[in-house]
């Protein structure tokens, strides 16, 4: 068998796989000729895929329409997008192509929640979930929603949260409670720092919230850190989450909403394979089940899917500028950016991304590191989760370069400062849509060309 970087990569996973596969010696992301788009925007640069947004908000609405109906379920399920994952335009002008609804974190949030009342892509029917610790502006933002008559929701993170809104609210609306789960055994700490402990929830409704005729307690709000998963721990939360819901409702008529927060996992290798409709039939059956024991009827569901919705249309491209052999065993293959300031969760979570070579897959291959050009020890890139190397094609000076890293289209670009001042001043990417025309063919635009000195200097004050 001929040694060569495709037949590596076929041997250590199922390939073709859905999202990648190779025509012409280059692969394809999603269908998309990733040569043809380094060919006429260079690199570096980041792509988004604009369908893949759609593609997952569809198959997250199907788990759940299929498990409601295979459990006889009698409650809704709504569908949030959590902005913080990317407040990009072409993300929110995307995803609300599909019937959804919106979840907040901070009061600039609210700034953008105005921008698309103004072009009509939600109005007064979208339910907008207000979460986070809420400051001041924040709390007066989200008042001036509730008073102009729009479905916004608040999240209480806290016991004082509710005064703040008292003296704000002029008119009749619903919020949520969010309880404070228990972290995995592995964390620093027992328990999540956001929330309202499991404890003092019920007596917080009776001696308080159910004293205040302007507030009506909707929601339970139920958040994991590390997403659904299928776990014990997360099983036992949500268990426990149940519980906390069956007792309120049982004192709490209006109480008849779950949100539960998280959302599915994402692929950070090729060798991962996720069951979400395994997952949404068990979340389904646990919480009807468990309702029925404690004879209350079983609530709507909220989610608040972010990174499911947004990660997998993402990728960032780079050439492969340079090979350094600094000892008798390690090649330093250097990238045309940095991964601190364009993937920063690859520097500080050690996050690993799906990595692949994009062209040249019938060459021979190596054992690299990756470097980027800032002048930080911690600018690399040198451990894939699946096989613990990286293997690329072999350098040549002569042979360009192509690799990309994928599913990476949530969090990385807010996370990286995009746009503003970075690490060595190196500049953000140029940012290229890619989309489908009315007649199914495959268009690219450029978002954002790459960043200026003009742009860094302003903001430095220059």
């Known amino acids: 068998m001929e040694n060569n970087y495709y037949n590596l990569i076929e041997q250590t996973f199922e390939f073709p796989q859905e999202g990648f596969d190779v025509k012409d010696n280059s692969l394809q992301f999603h269908g998309i000729d990733l040569m043809s788009i380094i060919k006429q925007y260079g690199t570096p640069l980041k792509l988004s895929y604009l369908p893949k947004i759609s593609e997952q908000i569809q198959n997250a609405k199907g788990f759940f329409r299929n498990s409601m109906t295979k459990h006889d379920y009698v409650g809704n399920y709504t569908f949030c997008y959590c902005t913080k994952s990317s407040h990009f335009s072409y993300v929110l002008n995307e995803a609300l192509k599909n019937d959804i609804h919106l979840e907040t974190s901070s009061a600039f949030d609210i700034h953008i929640i105005h921008k698309l009342i103004e072009q009509n892509l939600i109005d007064k029917n979208t339910f907008i979930v207000h979460n986070g610790y809420k400051r001041d502006l924040y709390v007066d933002l989200i008042s001036g929603l509730i008073n102009d008559g729009f479905n916004s929701l608040p999240v209480l993170d806290n016991l004082t949260e509710l005064d703040q809104f008292k003296t704000r609210v002029k008119r009749e609306c619903n919020i949520g409670i969010r309880i404070a789960t228990g972290e995995e055994p592995q964390s620093n700490y027992y328990t999540a720092r956001l929330g309202i402990r499991h404890r003092e929830i019920q007596d917080y409704y009776v ?256």
């Open 207 to 462: 001696n308080v919230i159910k004293k205040e005729p302007l507030f009506k307690l909707k929601m339970l709000h139920f958040f994991i850190d590390n997403g659904i998963e299928d776990s014990l721990y997360y099983w036992n939360e949500l268990q426990k989450c149940l519980k906390v819901y069956c007792d309120l409702k049982k004192e709490c008529p209006t109480l008849d909403s779950l949100n539960i927060g998280g959302g599915f996992p994402i692929k950070h290798s090729l060798a991962e394979v996720f069951d979400y409709q395994y997952l949404t039939d068990e979340i389904i059956r646990q919480i009807k089940e468990f309702c029925a024991e404690q004879g209350v009827p079983v609530p709507n569901i909220f989610s608040e899917f972010g990174s499911y919705t947004v990660a997998e249309s993402g990728a960032a491209i780079y050439s492969i500028i340079d090979q350094k052999k600094q000892n008798d065993v390690e090649w330093w293959n250097m990238i045309d950016s940095s991964f601190i300031t364009t993937l920063p969760d690859s520097w500080a979570i050690n996050q690993r991304f799906i990595m692949l070579a994009i062209n040249r897959w019938d060459d021979p291959f190596e054992r690299v590191n990756l470097g980027g050009l800032t002048c930080d020890s911690q600018d690399y890139y040198n451990v894939e989760a699946h096989v613990n190397n990286i293997y690329l094609p072999e350098y040549s000076p002569e042979k360009p370069l192509y690799i990309g890293f994928f599913n990476t289209g949530a969090y990385q670009n807010a996370l990286g400062g995009y746009g503003g001042i970075q690490h060595c001043l190196i500049p953000s990417p140029k940012q290229i849509l890619v989309y489908k025309d009315e007649n199914g063919n495959l268009k690219s635009e450029v978002f954002a060309e790459e960043q200026n000195h003009q742009s860094m200097l302003k903001t430095l004050g220059y």
